[in-house]
C-alpha cells in the first residue's frame, strides 16, 4: 500500500506540473499575441508635432559628468506601414542655432575671449562645435528599418553633420497612438529614439568634452490629412 500511495502522489505532482505548465504557456501565448497585436493608426505620413516632441544630446564634461542640452527647433516626418513597420521610414531636420544649453551663469564674465554672449551662442556658432553659420543644419534620411520586437527597431540613416554624411543607427520604440487627436481630430503617433555616435567622426575637435554624443528623442506625429 505504502508503494502505491507513493505511485499515486507522484502521478498527482506530474499532473499538477503539467496543468501549471499548461497555464503558464497559455497565459504566456496571451501576453505575446497582445504584444504583437498590429499598429491600429492607418498607413500615411505623419507630421511631427513641434510642441509636444524634445531633442535633447549629451556628452562627457571634464570628464565628471555628462552635461545635457537640447534643440528647440527641429522637424521631422514618418511614412508608416503599419501592416510592415520595416517598410517606413523617417525624415530629420534639425536647426543647429537653436540649441539650448541651459546655461544660468554670467557666461560673458567668465569666457569673454570667446566672443560669444552666451554658452548657447557658443556651441552654435563656435567653429570648433556646430558651426551653424557655415552649417545651417543637420539632417537624418533612414535607409533600413530592422525590427527587433514587436513594436521596437533598429532605425539605421544617413546623418549629415558639418558637411559629412555618415551612417547613424538608432533604437527606436513606438509608444502609442491615438484614433482621433483631440484637437486636430486627426490619428496620433508616438516614438521614442535613442542613438550614439562620436563628433571626431564627422570632424570636430574632441578638446576638453568627451566625443561620444548620446542622442535621445521623444514626440508625437499627427497626420497629414488626405489629399482630396
Known amino acids: 500500500m505504502t508503494h502505491l500511495r507513493k505511485i499515486l502522489s507522484i502521478s498527482v505532482l506530474?499532473?499538477?506540473?503539467?496543468?501549471?505548465?499548461?497555464?503558464?504557456?497559455?497565459?504566456?501565448a496571451g501576453k505575446t499575441a497582445e504584444a504583437a497585436a498590429?499598429?491600429?493608426a492607418?498607413?500615411?505620413?505623419y507630421v511631427m508635432d513641434p510642441t509636444h516632441a524634445s531633442l535633447q544630446w549629451s556628452f562627457l564634461h571634464n570628464k565628471i559628468s555628462h552635461y545635457t542640452a537640447r534643440f528647440n527647433k527641429f522637424s521631422a516626418e514618418i511614412?508608416?506601414?503599419?501592416?510592415?513597420?520595416?517598410?517606413?521610414?523617417?525624415?530629420?531636420?534639425?536647426d543647429p542655432a537653436s540649441v539650448d544649453a541651459n546655461y544660468p551663469a554670467d557666461y560673458k564674465a567668465t569666457h569673454a575671449k570667446t566672443g560669444f554672449n552666451s554658452w548657447s551662442e557658443d556651441i552654435a556658432r563656435n567653429k570648433n562645435?556646430?558651426?551653424?553659420?557655415?552649417?545651417?543644419?543637420?539632417?537624418?534620411?533612414?535607409?533600413?528599418?530592422e525590427l527587433t520586437g514587436p513594436h521596437t527597431a533598429k532605425v539605421t540613416g544617413d546623418m549629415t553633420f558639418l558637411g559629412?554624411?555618415?551612417?547613424?543607427?538608432?533604437?527606436?520604440?513606438?509608444?502609442?497612438?491615438?484614433?482621433?487627436?483631440?484637437?486636430?481630430?486627426?490619428?496620433?503617433?508616438?516614438?521614442?529614439?535613442?542613438?550614439k555616435f562620436?563628433?571626431?567622426?564627422?570632424?570636430?575637435?574632441?578638446?576638453?568634452v568627451g566625443d561620444e554624443v548620446a542622442i535621445r528623442f521623444d514626440g508625437e506625429f499627427l497626420k497629414k490629412a488626405d489629399a482630396r
Open 198 to 208: 562620436k563628433r571626431s567622426d564627422f570632424g570636430m575637435p574632441v578638446g576638453f
Open 79 to 94: 511614412t508608416l506601414d503599419p501592416s510592415n513597420l520595416a517598410k517606413s521610414s523617417v525624415t530629420v531636420k534639425i
Open 14 to 28: 506530474a499532473v499538477a506540473m503539467s496543468a501549471g505548465l499548461a497555464q503558464a504557456e497559455s497565459q504566456n
Open 164 to 195: 559629412v554624411t555618415k551612417p547613424l543607427t538608432l533604437d527606436a520604440a513606438f509608444v502609442g497612438e491615438l484614433e482621433k487627436h483631440p484637437f486636430t481630430k486627426q490619428p496620433a503617433i508616438g516614438f521614442k529614439a535613442e542613438g
Open 38 to 40: 498590429p499598429l491600429k
Open 42 to 45: 492607418p498607413a500615411g505620413v
Open 129 to 145: 562645435y556646430l558651426n551653424a553659420g557655415q552649417f545651417p543644419e543637420i539632417t537624418f534620411k533612414s535607409t533600413k528599418v
